[in-house]
């Protein structure tokens, strides 16, 4: 029983990107990312420049992203354990799925769930997200924990940007003629979410192969 009206809100400026706030409980997923996050854990990845990122990650699903010295792409097997990365729990396809279908992105269905976790201070640079076969395929993003600010510029990597807050429980499908517009998250502020502590988990789910 849901009597609440789902809200999709078509973003401004950003034709393809829709905002569907409060859209999942993010209390009830807490188990599901402890359970994947022990099988495959979180870990700093570096640029081929040699950075660690500030965001740690981790992945489920047939491929997962990753980022090293050689450059960035998915794979199958997770190199930190030299397992296959955790399947996406049916939960999680699911939400994302139906995120998707409430968009309008009909029979969604994701090889990839990258996990990205921020601690205060943590953010990530602009960078588009351009690894994946097909670009027809939406990416959906689900925030839990503390709140962040993102923010989405056009086909170029300056000028004015396009500030969007995420809260925990808060969904973002993005596809159409943006899905390759360069976005990043703002660095965290310090704060005590009541589920997530003081950490930001964003779950992007994608069609990748
Ligand atoms: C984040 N999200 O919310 C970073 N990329 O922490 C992304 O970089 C992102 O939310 C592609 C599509 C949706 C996203
Ligand atoms: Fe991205």
Not at 55 to 84: F, H, Q
Request: aromatic fraction near 10%.
């Amino acid at each position: 029983m849901n009597d609440v009206a789902t809200v999709c809100r078509a973003v401004d400026r950003v034709p393809g990107m829709f905002y569907l706030p409060e859209y999942f409980k993010p209390r009830e997923y807490l188990p599901v990312l402890e359970k994947l996050l022990a099988t495959s854990p979180l870990r700093h990845m570096e640029t081929s420049r040699g950075f660690k990122m500030s965001a740690a990650m981790s992945n489920c699903g047939a491929l997962g992203w990753i980022s090293d010295r050689k450059g960035y792409r998915y794979e199958t097997v997770d190199p930190l354990t030299g397992n296959a990365w955790p399947a996406i729990p049916e939960q999680l396809s699911s939400l994302a799925a139906d995120a998707a279908k409430t968009a309008g992105y009909a029979n969604f269905n994701p090889d990839v769930c990258l996990i990205n976790c921020y601690e205060p201070g943590a953010g990530m640079s602009a960078h588009r997200d351009s690894d994946e076969a097909d670009y027809d395929h939406p990416i959906v993003s689900l925030s839990l924990g503390l709140p962040a600010r993102f923010f989405v510029l056009g086909n170029e990597r300056k000028g004015r940007s396009v500030p969007l807050d995420l809260a925990s429980g808060d969904v973002v499908v993005w596809g159409g003629e943006s899905r390759l517009f360069y976005h990043g998250i703002r660095p965290l502020k310090a704060g005590e979410d009541v589920v997530f502590g003081a950490r930001r988990f964003n779950l992007t789910f994608r069609k990748a192969g």
